[in-house]
Protein backbone atom coordinates (compact mmCIF):
# COMPACT_ATOMS: atom_id res chain seq x y z
CA UNK A 1 0.00 0.00 0.00
CA UNK A 2 1.36 3.80 -1.02
CA UNK A 3 0.29 6.54 0.98
CA UNK A 4 -0.12 10.17 -0.95
CA UNK A 5 -0.56 13.31 1.78
CA UNK A 6 -0.92 16.30 0.28
CA UNK A 7 -3.00 19.53 1.03
CA UNK A 8 -6.79 20.12 0.73
CA UNK A 9 -6.74 22.04 -2.58
CA UNK A 10 -5.29 19.43 -4.28
CA UNK A 11 -6.97 16.44 -3.57
CA UNK A 12 -9.20 16.27 -5.63
CA UNK A 13 -6.75 16.82 -8.15
CA UNK A 14 -4.73 13.79 -7.02
CA UNK A 15 -8.26 11.81 -6.56
CA UNK A 16 -8.48 12.35 -10.71
CA UNK A 17 -4.98 11.18 -11.06
CA UNK A 18 -5.47 8.11 -9.33
CA UNK A 19 -8.36 7.34 -10.25
CA UNK A 20 -7.43 7.93 -14.20
CA UNK A 21 -5.91 4.14 -14.05
CA UNK A 22 -7.93 1.16 -13.78
CA UNK A 23 -7.80 -0.18 -9.90
CA UNK A 24 -5.13 1.66 -8.65
CA UNK A 25 -6.85 3.34 -6.21
CA UNK A 26 -6.75 -0.21 -4.73
CA UNK A 27 -3.32 0.20 -3.57
CA UNK A 28 -3.41 4.51 -2.81
CA UNK A 29 -4.69 5.82 -0.19
CA UNK A 30 -4.54 9.79 -0.46
CA UNK A 31 -4.74 11.69 3.23
CA UNK A 32 -4.77 15.23 4.25
CA UNK A 33 -0.70 16.04 5.50
CA UNK A 34 -2.24 17.38 9.02
CA UNK A 35 -4.28 14.13 9.65
CA UNK A 36 -0.83 11.65 10.07
CA UNK A 37 1.59 11.87 12.41
CA UNK A 38 4.14 9.54 11.20
CA UNK A 39 3.41 6.40 8.49
CA UNK A 40 5.62 3.43 8.17
CA UNK A 41 3.75 3.16 4.35
CA UNK A 42 5.56 3.66 1.64
CA UNK A 43 4.83 7.50 1.40
CA UNK A 44 4.51 10.33 -1.51
CA UNK A 45 3.72 14.28 -0.46
CA UNK A 46 2.54 16.75 -2.83
CA UNK A 47 2.68 19.66 -1.56
CA UNK A 48 3.35 23.38 -3.35
CA UNK A 49 3.60 22.24 -6.64
CA UNK A 50 6.43 19.31 -5.57
CA UNK A 51 6.61 16.18 -4.88
CA UNK A 52 8.68 14.10 -2.06
CA UNK A 53 9.32 10.89 -1.35
CA UNK A 54 9.63 9.41 2.31
CA UNK A 55 12.34 7.62 3.41
CA UNK A 56 12.51 3.92 2.96
CA UNK A 57 13.87 3.08 6.47
CA UNK A 58 12.40 -0.31 6.17
CA UNK A 59 14.89 -1.55 3.35
CA UNK A 60 11.85 -2.09 1.26
CA UNK A 61 13.93 -0.32 -2.06
CA UNK A 62 16.90 1.08 -3.14
CA UNK A 63 18.16 3.82 -0.45
CA UNK A 64 18.51 6.09 -3.49
CA UNK A 65 16.85 9.42 -2.87
CA UNK A 66 14.57 10.94 -5.36
CA UNK A 67 14.90 14.67 -5.27
CA UNK A 68 12.03 17.13 -4.78
CA UNK A 69 10.19 16.71 -8.22
CA UNK A 70 7.58 19.24 -9.90
CA UNK A 71 4.29 18.06 -9.82
CA UNK A 72 2.56 17.15 -12.77
CA UNK A 73 0.28 14.08 -13.63
CA UNK A 74 2.76 12.05 -15.39
CA UNK A 75 5.39 12.49 -12.40
CA UNK A 76 2.96 11.36 -9.92
CA UNK A 77 2.06 8.48 -11.76
CA UNK A 78 5.49 7.22 -12.51
CA UNK A 79 6.20 7.84 -8.88
CA UNK A 80 3.38 6.03 -7.71
CA UNK A 81 4.21 2.80 -9.46
CA UNK A 82 8.03 2.73 -8.92
CA UNK A 83 7.07 2.95 -5.16
CA UNK A 84 4.95 0.08 -5.71
CA UNK A 85 7.50 -2.13 -6.91
CA UNK A 86 6.01 -1.98 -10.88
CA UNK A 87 8.76 -0.44 -12.32
CA UNK A 88 8.02 -0.99 -16.27
CA UNK A 89 5.13 0.46 -16.20
CA UNK A 90 6.32 4.13 -14.28
CA UNK A 91 8.47 4.34 -17.55
CA UNK A 92 5.06 4.63 -19.56
CA UNK A 93 4.59 8.01 -18.06
CA UNK A 94 7.97 10.02 -18.47
CA UNK A 95 10.80 10.70 -21.22
CA UNK A 96 14.30 10.15 -21.02
CA UNK A 97 13.63 14.68 -21.16
CA UNK A 98 11.93 14.29 -17.63
CA UNK A 99 14.24 15.41 -15.10
CA UNK A 100 12.97 11.98 -13.15
CA UNK A 101 14.01 9.71 -15.84
CA UNK A 102 17.73 9.46 -14.45
CA UNK A 103 16.77 9.40 -10.77
CA UNK A 104 14.60 6.10 -12.00
CA UNK A 105 16.42 4.65 -14.37
CA UNK A 106 19.57 4.44 -11.78
CA UNK A 107 17.30 2.74 -8.97
CA UNK A 108 16.23 0.63 -11.18
CA UNK A 109 19.33 -0.84 -11.69
CA UNK A 110 20.79 -0.54 -8.61
CA UNK A 111 17.18 -2.77 -7.65
CA UNK A 112 17.89 -5.52 -10.34
CA UNK A 113 21.28 -5.57 -10.03
CA UNK A 114 21.60 -3.96 -13.77
CA UNK A 115 25.46 -2.32 -14.72
CA UNK A 116 25.73 1.17 -13.44
CA UNK A 117 27.09 3.03 -16.12
CA UNK A 118 30.01 5.54 -16.19
CA UNK A 119 26.76 8.59 -17.22
CA UNK A 120 24.68 7.48 -14.86
CA UNK A 121 27.73 7.38 -12.04
CA UNK A 122 28.66 10.66 -13.62
CA UNK A 123 24.84 12.15 -12.83
CA UNK A 124 24.86 10.74 -8.94
CA UNK A 125 28.35 12.75 -8.28
CA UNK A 126 26.85 16.41 -9.81
CA UNK A 127 23.73 15.66 -8.04
CA UNK A 128 23.73 14.24 -4.73
CA UNK A 129 26.78 12.71 -2.36
CA UNK A 130 24.48 10.28 -0.86
CA UNK A 131 23.34 9.08 -4.18
CA UNK A 132 26.80 8.27 -5.42
CA UNK A 133 27.57 6.86 -1.83
CA UNK A 134 25.28 4.47 -1.99
CA UNK A 135 25.46 3.34 -5.99
CA UNK A 136 29.26 2.95 -5.17
CA UNK A 137 27.66 0.33 -2.35
CA UNK A 138 25.23 -1.67 -3.25
CA UNK A 139 25.41 -0.83 -7.56
CA UNK A 140 26.99 -3.29 -9.48
CA UNK A 141 29.55 -1.14 -11.20
CA UNK A 142 33.07 -2.49 -13.45
CA UNK A 143 35.14 0.20 -10.96
CA UNK A 144 34.35 0.65 -7.73
CA UNK A 145 35.90 2.88 -5.30
CA UNK A 146 38.23 1.17 -3.18
CA UNK A 147 36.80 1.19 0.81
CA UNK A 148 39.00 3.89 1.81
CA UNK A 149 37.94 6.53 -0.84
CA UNK A 150 34.24 4.93 -0.12
CA UNK A 151 34.91 5.56 3.37
CA UNK A 152 35.58 9.18 2.77
CA UNK A 153 32.99 9.92 0.16
CA UNK A 154 30.37 9.00 2.91
CA UNK A 155 32.17 11.02 5.90
CA UNK A 156 31.88 13.84 3.34
CA UNK A 157 28.42 12.94 2.91
CA UNK A 158 27.33 13.14 6.07
CA UNK A 159 28.86 16.11 6.96
CA UNK A 160 27.39 17.89 3.48
CA UNK A 161 23.69 17.13 5.45
CA UNK A 162 21.47 19.03 7.51
CA UNK A 163 20.74 17.80 10.87
CA UNK A 164 17.39 16.04 9.26
CA UNK A 165 16.27 12.80 7.91
CA UNK A 166 18.59 12.98 5.34
CA UNK A 167 21.32 13.01 7.23
CA UNK A 168 20.15 10.00 9.49
CA UNK A 169 19.29 7.92 6.17
CA UNK A 170 23.01 8.25 4.92
CA UNK A 171 24.67 7.53 8.69
CA UNK A 172 22.51 4.28 8.05
CA UNK A 173 23.96 3.52 5.15
CA UNK A 174 27.09 4.03 6.16
CA UNK A 175 26.80 1.85 8.95
CA UNK A 176 26.13 -0.86 6.57
CA UNK A 177 29.00 0.01 4.67
CA UNK A 178 31.02 -0.28 7.89
CA UNK A 179 29.32 -3.04 8.82
CA UNK A 180 30.31 -4.97 5.53
CA UNK A 181 33.73 -4.15 6.01
CA UNK A 182 33.99 -5.47 9.72
CA UNK A 183 34.29 -2.05 10.92
CA UNK A 184 32.19 -2.81 13.64
CA UNK A 185 33.50 -0.75 16.70
CA UNK A 186 33.38 2.39 14.41
CA UNK A 187 29.93 1.45 13.77
CA UNK A 188 28.78 1.19 17.08
CA UNK A 189 30.78 4.41 17.85
CA UNK A 190 28.70 6.05 15.21
CA UNK A 191 25.50 4.67 16.35
CA UNK A 192 25.54 5.59 20.10
CA UNK A 193 26.35 9.56 18.89
CA UNK A 194 23.66 9.57 16.36
CA UNK A 195 20.56 7.94 18.43
CA UNK A 196 20.20 10.47 20.96
CA UNK A 197 19.92 12.70 17.68
CA UNK A 198 17.63 11.10 15.62
CA UNK A 199 14.69 12.80 14.60
CA UNK A 200 11.87 10.72 13.70
CA UNK A 201 10.48 7.17 15.45
CA UNK A 202 11.61 5.45 12.14
CA UNK A 203 14.79 6.65 12.12
CA UNK A 204 15.61 5.78 16.10
CA UNK A 205 14.15 2.96 15.57
CA UNK A 206 16.23 1.83 12.27
CA UNK A 207 19.31 2.94 14.29
CA UNK A 208 18.56 0.58 17.20
CA UNK A 209 18.34 -2.08 15.33
CA UNK A 210 21.81 -2.00 13.29
CA UNK A 211 23.01 -1.32 17.23
CA UNK A 212 21.60 -4.78 18.11
CA UNK A 213 23.29 -6.29 15.03
CA UNK A 214 26.73 -3.96 15.67
CA UNK A 215 26.71 -4.97 18.82
CA UNK A 216 25.98 -8.99 18.63
CA UNK A 217 28.74 -9.17 16.14
CA UNK A 218 31.07 -8.27 18.17
CA UNK A 219 30.20 -10.58 21.36
CA UNK A 220 33.10 -13.20 22.40
CA UNK A 221 33.24 -15.68 25.42
CA UNK A 222 32.36 -15.49 27.53
CA UNK A 223 29.95 -13.48 26.77
CA UNK A 224 29.40 -10.15 29.15
CA UNK A 225 25.99 -10.29 30.82
CA UNK A 226 25.73 -6.12 30.39
CA UNK A 227 25.83 -6.43 26.50
CA UNK A 228 23.49 -9.60 26.52
CA UNK A 229 20.78 -7.63 28.24
CA UNK A 230 21.88 -4.35 26.28
CA UNK A 231 21.20 -6.56 23.00
CA UNK A 232 17.82 -7.89 24.47
CA UNK A 233 16.40 -4.42 25.53
CA UNK A 234 17.10 -3.28 21.50
CA UNK A 235 15.94 -6.32 20.37
CA UNK A 236 12.79 -6.04 21.84
CA UNK A 237 11.58 -2.53 21.65
CA UNK A 238 12.36 -2.99 17.92
CA UNK A 239 10.10 -5.97 17.19
CA UNK A 240 7.25 -4.39 19.43
CA UNK A 241 7.45 -1.04 17.13
CA UNK A 242 7.36 -3.46 14.21
CA UNK A 243 4.69 -5.56 15.35
CA UNK A 244 2.59 -2.25 16.06
CA UNK A 245 3.07 -1.35 12.37
CA UNK A 246 2.10 -4.99 10.90
CA UNK A 247 5.75 -5.33 9.46
CA UNK A 248 6.33 -8.30 9.89
CA UNK A 249 9.39 -9.28 8.10
CA UNK A 250 11.54 -7.17 9.43
CA UNK A 251 9.94 -8.43 13.34
CA UNK A 252 10.66 -12.25 12.16
CA UNK A 253 14.47 -11.14 11.45
CA UNK A 254 14.71 -9.62 14.81
CA UNK A 255 12.90 -12.54 16.37
CA UNK A 256 15.63 -14.48 14.66
CA UNK A 257 18.72 -13.05 16.45
CA UNK A 258 16.61 -12.18 19.49
CA UNK A 259 16.24 -16.23 19.74
CA UNK A 260 20.32 -16.40 19.82
CA UNK A 261 20.73 -14.15 22.39
CA UNK A 262 17.95 -15.67 24.61
CA UNK A 263 19.91 -18.99 24.32
CA UNK A 264 23.35 -17.67 24.78
CA UNK A 265 21.28 -16.33 28.23
CA UNK A 266 20.41 -19.61 28.97
CA UNK A 267 16.96 -18.41 28.76
CA UNK A 268 15.70 -21.79 25.77
CA UNK A 269 12.06 -21.19 26.47
CA UNK A 270 12.77 -17.65 25.18
CA UNK A 271 14.46 -19.06 22.70
CA UNK A 272 11.97 -21.45 20.82
CA UNK A 273 9.17 -18.91 21.54
CA UNK A 274 11.39 -16.48 19.50
CA UNK A 275 12.21 -18.18 16.52
CA UNK A 276 8.83 -20.29 16.60
CA UNK A 277 7.40 -17.08 15.86
CA UNK A 278 9.58 -15.44 13.25
CA UNK A 279 8.82 -19.19 11.29
CA UNK A 280 4.89 -18.09 11.35
CA UNK A 281 5.85 -14.48 10.44
CA UNK A 282 7.66 -15.60 7.33
CA UNK A 283 5.32 -18.18 6.43
CA UNK A 284 2.34 -16.20 6.71
CA UNK A 285 4.47 -13.34 4.36
CA UNK A 286 5.70 -16.19 1.87
CA UNK A 287 9.30 -16.09 2.26
CA UNK A 288 11.13 -19.47 1.48
CA UNK A 289 14.56 -18.17 2.29
CA UNK A 290 13.89 -16.41 5.36
CA UNK A 291 11.74 -19.19 6.38
CA UNK A 292 14.27 -21.77 5.77
CA UNK A 293 17.06 -19.50 7.69
CA UNK A 294 14.51 -19.33 10.50
CA UNK A 295 14.18 -22.97 10.59
CA UNK A 296 17.76 -24.19 10.46
CA UNK A 297 18.48 -21.71 13.40
CA UNK A 298 15.85 -23.32 15.30
CA UNK A 299 17.32 -27.08 14.08
CA UNK A 300 20.56 -25.73 15.28
CA UNK A 301 18.75 -25.53 18.54
CA UNK A 302 17.15 -28.04 19.52
CA UNK A 303 20.54 -29.81 18.46
CA UNK A 304 22.18 -27.61 20.89
CA UNK A 305 20.13 -28.14 23.61
CA UNK A 306 20.17 -32.29 23.11
CA UNK A 307 23.95 -32.13 23.42
CA UNK A 308 23.83 -30.28 26.33
CA UNK A 309 21.73 -32.17 28.92
CA UNK A 310 18.32 -32.43 27.25
CA UNK A 311 18.21 -35.71 24.95
CA UNK A 312 14.30 -35.43 24.56
CA UNK A 313 15.23 -32.23 21.93
CA UNK A 314 17.18 -35.03 19.56
CA UNK A 315 14.06 -36.32 17.31
CA UNK A 316 12.25 -32.40 17.19
CA UNK A 317 16.02 -31.47 16.03
CA UNK A 318 15.97 -34.05 13.05
CA UNK A 319 12.11 -33.11 11.83
CA UNK A 320 13.09 -29.42 12.47
CA UNK A 321 16.19 -29.94 9.74
CA UNK A 322 14.19 -32.39 7.62
CA UNK A 323 11.75 -29.90 7.41
CA UNK A 324 14.52 -27.07 6.43
CA UNK A 325 15.52 -29.62 3.47
CA UNK A 326 12.14 -29.45 1.60
CA UNK A 327 13.17 -25.86 1.16
CA UNK A 328 17.52 -26.15 0.66
CA UNK A 329 17.73 -29.24 -1.82
CA UNK A 330 20.40 -30.42 -3.55
CA UNK A 331 20.20 -28.25 -6.90
CA UNK A 332 19.40 -25.12 -5.33
CA UNK A 333 21.28 -24.87 -2.53
CA UNK A 334 24.09 -27.08 -2.24
CA UNK A 335 25.78 -25.86 1.09
CA UNK A 336 23.06 -25.70 3.12
CA UNK A 337 21.78 -28.85 1.71
CA UNK A 338 25.27 -30.34 2.90
CA UNK A 339 25.13 -28.20 6.14
CA UNK A 340 22.02 -29.77 6.93
CA UNK A 341 22.72 -33.23 5.98
CA UNK A 342 25.79 -32.61 8.05
CA UNK A 343 23.75 -31.90 11.53
CA UNK A 344 21.76 -34.69 10.88
CA UNK A 345 24.69 -37.23 10.04
CA UNK A 346 25.84 -35.98 13.64
CA UNK A 347 22.62 -36.37 15.22
CA UNK A 348 22.35 -39.94 14.14
CA UNK A 349 24.85 -40.61 15.53
CA UNK A 350 24.81 -39.40 18.44
CA UNK A 351 20.61 -40.23 19.28
CA UNK A 352 21.24 -42.53 22.52
CA UNK A 353 18.65 -45.63 21.23
CA UNK A 354 18.63 -49.42 22.15
CA UNK A 355 21.22 -51.62 20.56
CA UNK A 356 18.58 -53.08 18.30
CA UNK A 357 17.90 -50.15 16.90
CA UNK A 358 21.40 -49.03 16.37
CA UNK A 359 22.20 -50.01 13.08
CA UNK A 360 19.20 -48.26 11.29
CA UNK A 361 20.35 -45.01 12.78
CA UNK A 362 24.07 -45.85 11.93
CA UNK A 363 22.82 -46.07 8.49
CA UNK A 364 21.17 -42.97 8.30
CA UNK A 365 24.59 -41.31 10.06
CA UNK A 366 26.23 -42.45 6.92
CA UNK A 367 24.06 -42.03 4.02
CA UNK A 368 24.02 -37.57 5.44
CA UNK A 369 27.35 -38.05 5.66
CA UNK A 370 27.86 -39.07 1.84
CA UNK A 371 25.43 -36.74 0.79
CA UNK A 372 27.74 -34.22 3.21
CA UNK A 373 30.75 -35.37 1.33
CA UNK A 374 29.52 -35.16 -2.49
CA UNK A 375 29.22 -31.71 -2.00
CA UNK A 376 32.24 -30.71 0.01
CA UNK A 377 34.74 -31.69 -2.38
CA UNK A 378 38.45 -31.68 -1.44
CA UNK A 379 39.21 -29.08 -4.07
CA UNK A 380 36.45 -26.99 -3.69
CA UNK A 381 35.61 -27.00 -0.20
CA UNK A 382 39.10 -27.89 1.36
CA UNK A 383 38.36 -27.01 5.14
CA UNK A 384 34.63 -28.03 4.66
CA UNK A 385 35.37 -31.12 3.72
CA UNK A 386 38.21 -31.79 6.66
CA UNK A 387 35.93 -31.19 9.25
CA UNK A 388 33.18 -33.78 7.65
CA UNK A 389 35.71 -36.10 7.34
CA UNK A 390 36.53 -35.71 10.54
CA UNK A 391 33.43 -35.61 12.12
CA UNK A 392 32.53 -39.06 9.99
CA UNK A 393 35.37 -40.83 10.68
CA UNK A 394 34.73 -40.00 14.53
CA UNK A 395 31.23 -41.43 14.17
CA UNK A 396 32.40 -44.81 12.36
CA UNK A 397 34.40 -45.79 15.48
CA UNK A 398 31.81 -46.17 17.74
CA UNK A 399 29.05 -47.54 14.84
CA UNK A 400 28.44 -51.08 15.41
CA UNK A 401 30.60 -53.87 12.97
CA UNK A 402 29.76 -53.57 9.43
CA UNK A 403 29.73 -56.81 7.60
CA UNK A 404 30.73 -55.53 3.90
CA UNK A 405 34.17 -53.60 5.61
CA UNK A 406 36.05 -52.23 8.22
CA UNK A 407 34.44 -49.41 9.94
CA UNK A 408 37.77 -48.92 11.37
CA UNK A 409 39.71 -49.07 8.86
CA UNK A 410 37.47 -46.35 6.47
CA UNK A 411 37.83 -44.07 9.69
CA UNK A 412 41.87 -44.51 9.36
CA UNK A 413 41.15 -43.07 5.62
CA UNK A 414 38.89 -40.53 6.81
CA UNK A 415 40.98 -38.97 9.81
CA UNK A 416 44.24 -38.90 6.83
CA UNK A 417 42.14 -37.09 4.36
CA UNK A 418 41.10 -34.48 7.08
CA UNK A 419 45.26 -34.30 8.25
CA UNK A 420 45.82 -33.77 4.39
CA UNK A 421 43.88 -30.54 4.59
CA UNK A 422 44.46 -29.36 8.46
CA UNK A 423 48.37 -29.30 7.99
CA UNK A 424 50.76 -27.51 10.56
CA UNK A 425 50.34 -24.12 8.84
CA UNK A 426 47.28 -23.76 7.98
CA UNK A 427 45.25 -25.03 11.19
CA UNK A 428 47.27 -26.37 13.90
CA UNK A 429 44.45 -26.11 16.35
CA UNK A 430 42.01 -28.29 14.13
CA UNK A 431 45.21 -30.06 13.49
CA UNK A 432 45.49 -31.81 17.14
CA UNK A 433 41.87 -32.05 17.45
CA UNK A 434 42.01 -34.65 14.72
CA UNK A 435 45.25 -36.26 15.75
CA UNK A 436 43.97 -36.94 19.22
CA UNK A 437 40.68 -38.37 17.80
CA UNK A 438 42.94 -40.60 15.53
CA UNK A 439 44.98 -41.65 17.88
CA UNK A 440 41.90 -43.32 20.02
CA UNK A 441 41.45 -44.88 16.77
CA UNK A 442 44.84 -46.60 16.76
CA UNK A 443 43.99 -48.60 20.52
CA UNK A 444 40.70 -49.58 18.85
CA UNK A 445 42.52 -51.15 15.65
CA UNK A 446 43.77 -54.80 15.79
CA UNK A 447 47.13 -55.52 14.82
CA UNK A 448 47.32 -58.39 12.16
CA UNK A 449 51.45 -59.00 13.49
CA UNK A 450 53.98 -57.60 15.34
CA UNK A 451 55.69 -55.66 12.29
CA UNK A 452 52.21 -53.64 12.04
CA UNK A 453 52.10 -53.04 15.89
CA UNK A 454 55.60 -51.88 15.86
CA UNK A 455 54.81 -49.52 12.80
CA UNK A 456 51.70 -48.48 14.35
CA UNK A 457 53.35 -47.81 17.60
CA UNK A 458 56.05 -45.39 15.96
CA UNK A 459 53.35 -43.13 13.92
CA UNK A 460 51.11 -42.73 17.22
CA UNK A 461 54.73 -41.67 18.91
CA UNK A 462 55.39 -39.07 16.38
CA UNK A 463 51.86 -37.49 16.09
CA UNK A 464 51.12 -37.45 19.76
CA UNK A 465 54.66 -35.83 20.18
CA UNK A 466 53.80 -33.24 17.53
CA UNK A 467 50.84 -31.85 19.27
CA UNK A 468 52.51 -30.12 21.97
CA UNK A 469 54.13 -28.28 18.81
CA UNK A 470 50.70 -27.27 17.80
CA UNK A 471 48.93 -25.78 20.66
CA UNK A 472 48.92 -24.59 24.25
CA UNK A 473 45.27 -25.93 25.31
CA UNK A 474 45.44 -27.23 28.47
CA UNK A 475 42.26 -29.45 27.83
CA UNK A 476 43.81 -30.99 24.53
CA UNK A 477 47.66 -31.31 26.16
CA UNK A 478 46.33 -33.20 28.56
CA UNK A 479 44.46 -36.08 26.37
CA UNK A 480 47.99 -36.17 24.33
CA UNK A 481 50.13 -36.58 27.94
CA UNK A 482 47.30 -39.66 28.45
CA UNK A 483 48.49 -41.01 25.30
CA UNK A 484 52.15 -40.36 25.99
CA UNK A 485 51.50 -42.46 29.11
CA UNK A 486 49.71 -45.43 27.75
CA UNK A 487 52.22 -45.74 25.13
CA UNK A 488 55.16 -45.49 27.85
CA UNK A 489 53.12 -49.02 29.00
CA UNK A 490 52.35 -50.86 25.83
CA UNK A 491 56.36 -49.72 24.72
CA UNK A 492 57.25 -52.16 27.50
CA UNK A 493 54.80 -54.94 26.33
CA UNK A 494 56.18 -54.93 23.16
CA UNK A 495 59.61 -54.82 23.63
Excluded at 343 to 359: D, G, R, T
Aim: net charge negative.
Amino acid sequence: MLTILTEINLQKTIENVIGSVERLKELVEIKLIKSVTESLNKTLFVTNGSINSSFDWNDTEPPYLIPSIPFSNENLLALVFYKLGNHQKSFEFISEEDALYDHLLIATHMQFGYEISDSMLAFTNSSSKHNFCVVQQYGKLLKPLNVNLLKKAFKDAIADSREDENRFFTIKHFVNFLIDYNYLSEAENILRISIPNAISHLSKNSLNAQLASVLMAQLKLPYDTSVLDEIQNLQQDCIAYYESYNLKVNAGLLLVDASEIANFKGDFISSKEYISKAILYFKEEDIPEFLGEAGLRKATLLYTWSKNGSPQYYKPAINAFQDVLKIFKRDTHPQKFAEIHHNLALIYSEIPVSEEEKPIWTAFSASSFKEVLAIYNKDRFPYEFAMASHNYATALMNFPKAKLHNNLDKAFALFEDALSIRTVSKYPFERALTLLNQLELYWLMNNEDSEIEKKNFKEMVEKVSSISKLVNDKSILERANHHIEKLKELKIIIN
